[in-house]
């Protein structure tokens, strides 16, 4: 029997989507997929070369944005460290449910579809996950990803606007990279506050100001998966 997980409501932002415990065997041809989950907001998995089991990120797009935008981001870095990427979309094209509502909902299903799907056939290491995001998507994968850090091991928020996880589950490593010169989310009320709350809640914390706007440097995107995995 198939779990139809799009017919579960998502409880205080839970995902129970996992790995299965055998891999499933080498995923083909490098490059990207579509999800094939929806015909008009759906996704893409970028798939690096070799037979696996390959670290997975999941990376999270800005607000208006769309997978491909996300993947490009960190698609560098990715390919230096042999990690696939998996990048959702959300919903609503504006943003993410909990940026716009406060509420987590139907994009905590998606990507628990999105994630099942891309388990049952890319071999995937289970204890080398991390959810990923920029601007909007950076605050969603902060809030989402402290709400599963029994899935996720790293949690990589590039330019997050606020953390506000729906629950506090296990104790993922957070890395976050803000912009001195950022003029859409100031590092003041923004990445500053943001890594201070993470501190005091006495999280495992890498944070890096740089000088420039609202952008994702390559080299702290690298340096993002390199604490990822290394960790």
């Known amino acids: 029997m198939t779990l139809d997980l799009s017919a579960l409501p998502p409880r205080r932002g839970r995902l129970a989507a996992r790995p299965p415990a055998v891999p499933p065997g080498p995923p083909g041809a490098p490059g990207l997929r579509r999800l094939g989950l929806d015909p008009e907001r759906d996704g893409l998995v970028l798939l690096p070369d070799g037979p696996g089991p390959f670290p997975l990120v999941v990376m999270l797009h800005g607000a208006g944005g769309v997978a491909d935008g996300a993947v490009r981001l960190i698609a560098a870095a990715a390919e230096r460290h042999g990690a696939a990427i998996l990048a959702p979309e959300s919903r609503d094209p504006r943003s993410w449910d ?3 509502g406060g509420r987590c909902g139907p994009d905590v299903a998606f990507l628990d ?14 204890e080398r996950i991390a959810l990923a995001g920029f601007s909007d998507g950076g605050s969603y994968a902060l809030s989402l990803g402290l709400a599963n850090g029994d899935l996720f091991a790293a949690v990589l928020a590039f330019s997050p606007g606020f953390v506000a996880p729906p629950d506090y589950v296990g104790s993922p490593l957070v890395v976050v990279t803000h912009g001195s010169e950022d003029a859409v989310l100031p590092v003041t009320s923004c990445g500053r506050r943001v890594a201070a709350s993470l501190d005091h809640a006495g999280y495992r914390l890498a944070y890096h100001e740089f000088a420039g706007g609202h952008v994702v440097p390559p080299d702290l995107a690298d340096a993002a998966l390199a604490a990822f995995l290394a960790d």
């Open 98 to 100: 909990l940026v716009r």
């Open 113 to 126: 579809r999105a994630l099942a799907a891309t388990f049952a056939w890319l071999p995937v290491r289970a």
